[in-house]
């Protein structure tokens, strides 16, 4: 493999020094495992005694998305339990005779399904988790399926209510024992975290009710609403368990067990899923800014500073974990951060 360490650690540490983020926890490694990892800046700028560490945990945000529900959507869609390509209408009563029910599993993992852009949940539907759901469920569509590409939270909110219906069981409950026990993950968990774990969360930002930065509670709001288990965000990782998920993705033997995903569905999600639209879509992933599908490293990011990287073709994945979000929710410097911090693993 081919990295370039030193340049890597320069640009995480320059980070910190620009307080783009108060600190980073950096991985780059292939099937076999991390092949170079760093750290860089501190947890806490209140605390400057107590250094980032490779074992912090981190609000994973939206690579929930992928940990919980995209692996949990895989493991029912290879078992034959799920069709892509079914309108949800046709087999999901919940959804029949509202608009939702014309829509499909791949429109969602598109981000095609043409469903609201942004969540709201709370000042739509209430406080009610039932009420959240049936008003998700039961919504208007803000486009025609199949008529664009919009990201939208929504999409792995619904996803997650369908892959709880579809195995009889909640998504915390499907994604520790479908995905993250078989791969010991072990740390990997939907929050709110206990005091102990929490004192080795990365911080996120300051809550204004209580004047404390955030620590083992999802700084997403759905999440906090929806109890902290939700499609959209709500888990905690560490980069170790981020490198046994994505080795897997490489080679599934890697495991100390299986995963109810395969390779199966990792080659059809990293691939081009929409057509002539832009921008280009896998299932959940898409391709790395800066780089040509052909290039095949595909990515997803987190809003509060996480991001993990995959290529199949060069046989690497890497991973950035930050709490940017401590300092900022200008996403500008991360991303350019990020852009770099992409090329200088998959040289």
């Known amino acids: 493999m081919t990295y370039r360490t030193d340049s890597i650690e320069l640009l995480l540490s320059e980070g910190v020094r620009d307080k783009v983020y108060p600190g980073a926890v950096w991985a780059v490694g292939d099937a076999a495992g991390i092949h170079a990892s760093g750290s860089a800046g501190v947890l806490d700028p209140d605390d400057l005694g107590t250094p980032m560490r490779p074992d912090t945990i981190f609000d994973a945000a939206s690579l929930t998305k992928i940990l919980a529900v995209w692996a949990s959507i895989g493991a029912l869609w290879e078992e034959g339990k799920l069709d892509l390509d ?155 368990d981020l490198g046994a998920f994505l080795r897997y993705m490489l080679d599934t033997t890697t495991a100390p067990g299986q995963a109810g995903f395969g390779p199966d569905w990792t080659a059809e999600s990293l691939s081009s899923q929409t057509g002539e639209l832009q921008p280009v879509r896998g299932l959940f992933w898409h391709p790395a800014p800066g780089t040509a599908v052909a290039g095949h490293v595909w990515v997803h990011y987190g809003f509060t500073g996480t991001g993990m990287w995959i290529s199949p073709s060069q046989q690497r994945w890497a991973v950035l974990l930050t709490n940017k979000l401590y300092y900022t929710r200008d996403r500008q410097p991360l991303t350019d951060l990020r852009n770099a911090f992409r090329g200088l693993a998959f040289e």
């Not at 209510?161 to 998504?171: I, K, P, S, V």
Request: hydrophobic share 35%.
């Open 86 to 240: 079914i309108p949800l209408g046709t087999f999901w009563s919940e959804v029949d005779g509202h608009p939702l029910g014309g829509v499909t599993a791949r429109q969602l993992l598109t981000h095609t399904a043409g469903v609201p852009l942004r969540a709201q949940l709370k000042n739509l539907y209430g406080t009610d988790p039932q009420d959240v759901r049936d008003g998700v469920l039961h919504e208007a569509l803000h486009r025609p399926p199949g008529e664009a590409v919009e990201y939208t939270d929504r999409a792995a909110l619904i996803l997650g209510y369908l892959a709880e219906h579809l195995a009889g069981q909640r998504l915390d409950e499907l994604a520790t024992q479908r995905t993250w026990q078989p791969l010991g993950m072990n740390t990997t968990r939907f929050g709110p975290l206990p005091a102990e774990t929490a004192s080795r969360c990365a911080p996120t930002e300051l809550d204004p009710e209580t004047d404390t930065h955030l620590k083992g509670i999802a700084h997403d709001f759905s999440a906090r609403l929806l109890g902290g288990v939700c499609g959209i965000a709500g888990a905690f990782t560490v980069m170790d």
